[in-house]
């Protein structure tokens, strides 16, 4: 993912990358129906299929609040081979 550490936090709420979306699907529909412009319906649609792929596909999971280690399960106990 091409995002920086503060553009991540910046687009961490849910409807901020909603908006850029919808946003973005709005010019291009407006670029199809109205204008009929060809370069820029290529260009408002890569960057609507980009920011669908990186905000909703790739963008990083919420991290813990804390920076404890979550307990191991019953799994990680039959996995271990301590000596």
């Not at 407006?30 to 370069?39: F, K, R």
């Amino acid at each position: 993912m091409a995002l920086k550490e503060n553009d991540l936090n910046w687009f961490r709420p849910l409807w901020r990358r909603i908006a850029v979306v919808v946003f973005l699907a709005i010019w291009l529909a407006w670029e199809v129906l109205s204008t009929g412009e060809q370069l820029w319906m290529v260009l408002v649609g890569a960057a609507l299929a980009y920011s669908l792929y990186n905000f909703f596909y790739a963008f990083p999971k919420e991290e813990p609040k804390n920076d404890e280690v979550p307990p191991a399960g019953a799994a990680d106990e039959q996995d271990r081979s301590d000596p």
